[in-house]
């Protein structure tokens, strides 16, 4: 430390005074330029936006009021539209104010009517009602939550006596849309509707919707909806959102496992949006009896006694009653008979197959060349898992080796790596400017303390030296009086005393030593 201060002085030194006056200024006014840039900034209010995204001429009648009533404000202009801010403590006051006096206007809707006059003409009736309509539809379309303003223009039908004249209703809705919003076509579509069905004799076709980059939402021709129809359009949408979810699981996988550019995946889906209904009987046979007795019959048929034969012989003899044939003999029958009918089992199904499965699955991946034939094959199985691929439907999967052109990631990475290389140069750049406004308010501070203190060092000095010669001119002047080179004549009053006292006490050490040492021994004792 010690050693620094030696070499700051010694270059501080080598320094004109011309050159020490212009670092001392230079520090000065740097430090008078923060002090004062830190008051601005401290007593600066608060701003805080009053309203934002106004028409120039609502900005242009808040401004105006708010110069009546003595407020500051400020105005900002933005793509959005005119914002005005007030101090943090008057935008309550302010915004109540304005309220009470109808502004900011914005778009009017039917409460226009609540001002009519007396002896407004019929033509200032439907201009305000157009005006009415124009603003409620507005405000409607604004509740979308991905619209951030809208322009309504309508142009009324015109009646004609002649069928030929008539002009129909037209409308056009411009559009400006939130950061990184987009209307679907179900939503364009309902604004059509809207529109169509708030004005009288107005049809979906003659409504053009547009967004603020001039961009027609709502053209038959880019939507294609009378050529393949709304169902088709969804079964794509939903086609392509099936596709990109598992094209980007895909591709967050391998950028993981090989890192980011070494692999790009492809992914192609086809759908089933048949609608399908299977009706399906099944009959199960009955084995081993098992199953259920629907109708059973049992004859059974008996016989003991004496007969030539069980039953008789067969004529008209042996079935006359009573008659007893010859060579009778002891015999015995029994004759039994079953038949049971079973219940069929039957199975019935009605399956009804959703529509939007997937029907067949390919998948291209192109890796880096530097990816082996074993990684190869490790990625196909990863890839076929991670989509659940399955050959039996036809799906197939493709891994192919290819060098990769690292130019663009080159290119990207040098512009990330120059941006850093500036926000640091930046970032020192401040660091050093707040060190050297430091080092010089320092090194004025330093050398303001260095001249007071060199400036008491000389006046003391000085202080000194007239002491000692003062002190030198009196001893020579005792001298001088004390052999007798001064007269009395030329001694002072105060020397005179002085002589006539040190005479006296010379006197007294003379005739009384005794009492002169015990008043020394006194005064010592008192000290």
Do not use: C
């Amino acid at each position: 430390m010690a050693d620094w201060k030696e070499q700051y002085l010694q270059l501080w030194n080598k320094l004109s005074k011309r050159q020490r006056y212009t670092i001392i200024g230079v520090a000065a006014l740097l430090m008078i330029s923060l002090l004062g840039w830190s008051y601005w900034y401290g007593s600066k209010p608060d701003m805080v936006p009053l309203f934002t995204g106004m028409e120039t001429k609502d900005a242009g009648e808040v401004a105006a009021k708010l110069k009546e009533s003595k407020v500051a404000y400020e105005v900002q202009e933005s793509p959005n539209g005119t914002a005005i801010l007030v101090s943090s403590k008057d935008v309550h006051n302010a915004r109540l104010n304005l309220a009470t006096q109808g502004l900011p206007r914005g778009q009017k809707g039917f409460e226009i009517f609540e001002d009519t006059k007396l002896g407004v003409t019929e033509f200032q009736n439907k201009v305000n009602y157009l005006q009415a309509l124009q603003g409620e539809l507005t405000r409607t379309i604004e509740q979308l939550e991905e619209v951030d303003k809208v322009r309504v223009h309508i142009v009324l039908q015109e009646d004609s006596l002649y069928k030929k004249n008539e002009k129909p209703a037209t409308a056009s809705i411009m559009l400006k849309l939130k950061p990184n919003a987009q209307l679907s076509k179900s939503q364009v579509k309902g604004i059509v509707n809207l529109v169509a069905h708030s004005v009288q004799g107005l049809q979906a076709e003659n409504i053009t919707i547009v967004d603020n980059m001039g961009k027609i939402l709502n053209d038959p021709d880019e939507s294609d909806e009378k050529n393949v129809g709304n169902t088709t359009l969804t079964q794509i949408d939903m086609a392509k959102k099936v596709q990109d979810q598992l094209q980007k699981n895909v591709q967050t996988l391998l950028d993981q496992a090989l890192g980011e550019g070494k692999a790009v995946v492809r992914l192609n889906v086809e759908l089933d949006f048949d609608q399908k209904t299977t009706d399906k009987q099944t009959f199960t046979p009955v084995v081993d009896d098992s199953g259920i007795i629907r109708s059973s019959q049992e004859t059974a048929e008996t016989y003991n006694g004496t007969s030539g034969a069980p039953g008789g012989p067969a004529g008209t003899t042996s079935n006359i009653p009573g008659y007893v044939a010859a060579n009778n003999a002891q015999s015995q029958y029994e004759k039994k008979e079953a038949t049971k009918n079973y219940e069929i089992n039957e199975e019935k199904q009605k399956i009804i197959a959703s529509p939007g499965t997937v029907k067949r699955l390919t998948i291209a991946v192109l890796v880096d060349d530097q990816v082996t034939g074993a990684q190869q094959d490790s990625i196909s199985r990863v890839v076929s898992s991670a989509v659940g691929l399955n050959t039996v439907r036809g799906d197939t999967i493709s891994v192919e080796t290819l060098p990769f052109s690292t130019e663009m990631m080159d290119k990207r990475a040098k512009e990330e790596q120059d941006q850093r290389d500036k926000e640091q140069r930046i970032f020192y750049l401040q660091i050093a400017a707040v060190v050297l406004v430091l080092a010089l308010i320092a090194t004025a501070i330093y050398l303001y303390r260095r001249k007071k203190r060199l400036e008491l060092e000389a006046v003391e000095e000085a202080a000194r030296q007239e002491a000692e010669a003062i002190r030198i001119s009196e001893e020579k002047r005792a001298a001088a009086i004390a052999a007798g080179k001064v007269t009395d004549s030329d001694l002072t009053e105060e020397e005179q005393t002085q002589m006539t006292e040190r005479q006296a006490l010379e006197e007294l050490i003379r005739n009384k030593p005794d009492e002169m040492a015990q008043l020394v021994k006194t005064w010592l004792s008192e000290d």
